[in-house]
Every structure is written in structure tokens, then in C-alpha cells.
């Protein structure tokens, strides 16, 4: 079945710092999203990427689709510590699954040190 | 603040006792979703409702029965569950679009964070 992997798993930085995390996917990929989930919270949707090589931008944080479609990366400039938490990356591949089975990846979990 | 509304947000269950986690949005979304999620891991999918017919079971033990009344409720009701069922329950909604090229975002709920005792 597809898989979307993610890395790194951990991630602490000082703040200020900047950060990415990766994503890569055994399929062609017909959109992915990134998700924000903070300690003790629900994942919150941040962007979708459906285009090849498209790149979008919210303030500090730039998202990038492959040209392949296969990966994904998320990175945060300057972080801050309301930067902290879970950020996952979730494929769809519209020609291997059925509608609303979305392929998270394993999350990489920020920590900011002021 | 979440347009997804769960109830309850904790709640504490033996082996043997039944219960019903409720989910309500009325955001005019017809998919609807049930996820799990350990500590530390990915939401896992458990159930997706489609036009409020059940469209994905992820091979989900028969303890866990969802039910979908209309398109702004979603229930999971929970019987004979183990402690390794113990997790974060959340449920999310999604438009459906009409050429089901790519998945809408998800809204998730607050969440229940179930134990089993």
C-alpha cells in the first residue's frame, strides 16, 4: 500500500532557528496536506498542495511540492516558541485508494528553546 | 475554537460497559471521518462516511460500531473494548468535491480521549 514517510522525527531548535521536515511517498501523489497538531491538541489544517512543483507561503512558512509529485517539505523561518508541536504531512493518490483515505506520514515533533 | 464539536471530551470506561462518543458539524460537509490516535503517532483512519453511507472500514474490530443519523452527526458507539484501545478518538469532516481528483482538508474536532480500564 502507499506509504508517506517523514522526517526527522524530532526536531529542537532555538528560536530563531530555522526548520524543515520532508516528506516522501512510494506513489505519485494527487495532492498532500500539512497539519499542525499542538501538545494536547487536534491536528489543524495548515495548506494543501496539489500542482507539480508548487510552492506556497503563510508569513514564516514556505511549502514545496516535488515536480514528481512524490515529495513534500515544509519549512518555518526564524521559529518562534508558538511554533511548537506536531507537524504532519497527509498524501492522497486519487488513481490507488478510495476518497477520504489520506496517508499520514509519522509527523515530526518541534521543540523550540527560547 | 473547532466547527467540529466532540463529546465527551474524556471519558473513562471498564472492559465491559457500553458507550457512545457523539461528533456534529454544520459545515455542510458530506464526509465524515472517525481517526485514532496513540501518543506520539499519526492519526490512524478508522471509518470514512461519504453522503452518510458507510465508504471505508479500515478493517476495524467489530468493538467499535459507527453510526452516521444525517449529515451533520457522526457517532462511534464502543463495547467490550481492551485497554489497548485506550487513545485519542477524533472525529473530522471534509467537503466532497465533484471530480474526487484530490481529498478536501480535514476539519478535526477537540477530540475524546478515551481510557479503558
Redesign the interface.
Known amino acids: 500500500g502507499q506509504q508517506v514517510m517523514q522526517i526527522p522525527q524530532y526536531q529542537h531548535v532555538q528560536e530563531g532557528e530555522d526548520f524543515t521536515t520532508y516528506c516522501n511517498s512510494s506513489t505519485t501523489l494527487?495532492?498532500i496536506?500539512w497539519?499542525k497538531q499542538r501538545p494536547g491538541?487536534?491536528?489543524?489544517?495548515l495548506i494543501?498542495l496539489?500542482k507539480s512543483g508548487e510552492v506556497k507561503k503563510q508569513k514564516r512558512l514556505t511549502f514545496q511540492f516535488g515536480e514528481a509529485k512524490k515529495n513534500s517539505s515544509l519549512h518555518i523561518t526564524a521559529t518562534q516558541t508558538t511554533d511548537v508541536g506536531?507537524y504532519?504531512c497527509?498524501g492522497?493518490n486519487?488513481g490507488g485508494t478510495?476518497?477520504?483515505?489520506?496517508t499520514?506520514?509519522?509527523?515530526t515533533?518541534l521543540t523550540v528553546h527560547p | 475554537d473547532t466547527e467540529v464539536t466532540q463529546t465527551p471530551k474524556h471519558l473513562v470506561m471498564g472492559m465491559t460497559n457500553k458507550k457512545s462518543l457523539k461528533c456534529e458539524q454544520h459545515m455542510g460537509h458530506r464526509a465524515m471521518y472517525w481517526y485514532k490516535q496513540k501518543a506520539k503517532k499519526p492519526p490512524e483512519l478508522m471509518f470514512v462516511y461519504s453522503y452518510e453511507k458507510l465508504s471505508i472500514n479500515e478493517s476495524v474490530p467489530s468493538r467499535f460500531s459507527p453510526e452516521c443519523p444525517n449529515s451533520s452527526l457522526l457517532n462511534l458507539h464502543l463495547h467490550a473494548l481492551q485497554p489497548e484501545d485506550s487513545a485519542l478518538y477524533l472525529c473530522a469532516s471534509s467537503q466532497i468535491l465533484g471530480q474526487l481528483s484530490y481529498n478536501s482538508p480535514l476539519h478535526f474536532g477537540n477530540g475524546t480521549r478515551l481510557t479503558v480500564t
Open positions: 494527487s495532492n496536506q497539519y491538541g487536534h491536528p489543524v489544517f494543501q496539489v506536531t504532519f497527509a492522497f486519487a478510495s476518497y477520504g483515505k489520506l499520514f506520514g509519522q509527523g515533533i
